[in-house]
């Protein structure tokens, strides 16, 4: 089936550009996704790329695409301590539909000051 | 305001109690998703719904039972509670599914002893 990789750690000092780095398998995905998660709450859609897309920047979030590598990253320039958060990659395809997301395990940023 | 609202926030079953996980959304979105998170293993996904009336089953269905007689309302039932249910659960919906990503209430803490 479908397999979302991410490391689980990351830390940056305040000020610094985060890149969280994602993997995935299904060459059939139409979207990606990546997803904050703030201590005791829900998920929240930051952003998302189109599978045709190599590039999409949003304000301080910046999203790298390779489709060929099957490479998913997120860059977030002058890292708040606000941006402390796990956060997860999550694609849909064809094989899942798009009314099912696959998610990475997540990466907790610790933002230090 | 408007979102998706889970209820209770916590849970404590004992094995082989059973019980309804609470979800309902006020945005008139089609697609509503539970998923359940755990520790290393990101979030699985147990059932979905593409409207009402229908619904099928995600990764990890097994234990737990989904009707969708409103589009407002997608509750969760844990049919005979055991301690690897013990997770957080999240619900989800969305208008369209991919295009703009889901909506996750803030989640149901479950434990099963």
């Known amino acids: 089936g479908e397999d979302v990789e991410q490391s689980l750690f990351l830390s940056v000092r305040e000020g610094d550009s985060s890149v969280i780095n994602c993997t995935y398998t299904?060459?059939?995905?139409?979207?990606l996704y990546w997803y904050k998660q703030e201590p005791g709450a829900g998920l929240q859609l930051l952003t998302y790329i189109f599978s045709n897309m190599d590039m999409k920047q949003d304000q301080r979030l910046t999203v790298l695409l390779n489709k060929k590598d099957k490479h998913l990253s997120l860059r977030i320039a002058d890292t708040q301590t606000g941006d402390s958060a796990i956060y997860f990659c999550a694609e849909s395809g064809l094989t899942g539909g798009g009314n099912k997301l696959t998610f990475g395990t997540g990466t907790q940023l610790k933002v230090e000051l | 305001n408007a979102g998706v609202t889970q209820t209770p926030k916590f849970q404590v079953l004992k094995t082989g109690q059973s019980m309804t996980l609470q979800c309902a959304q006020d945005?008139?979105?089609?697609?509503m998703s539970w998923y359940r998170q755990d520790p290393g293993m990101g979030l699985r996904l147990i059932h979905y719904s593409v409207g009402a009336g229908i619904t099928d089953q995600g990764e990890v269905p097994n234990g737990y039972n989904v009707s969708r007689s409103t589009t407002e309302d997608f509750p969760l039932r844990l049919l005979s509670a055991a301690p690897s249910q013990t997770s957080v659960y999240f619900c989800a919906s969305s208008y369209s599914g991919e295009v703009y990503g889901y909506t996750f209430g803030s989640g149901t803490r479950l434990t099963v002893v």
């Open positions: 945005m008139n979105h089609e697609y």
């Open positions: 299904d060459s059939s995905s139409t979207y």
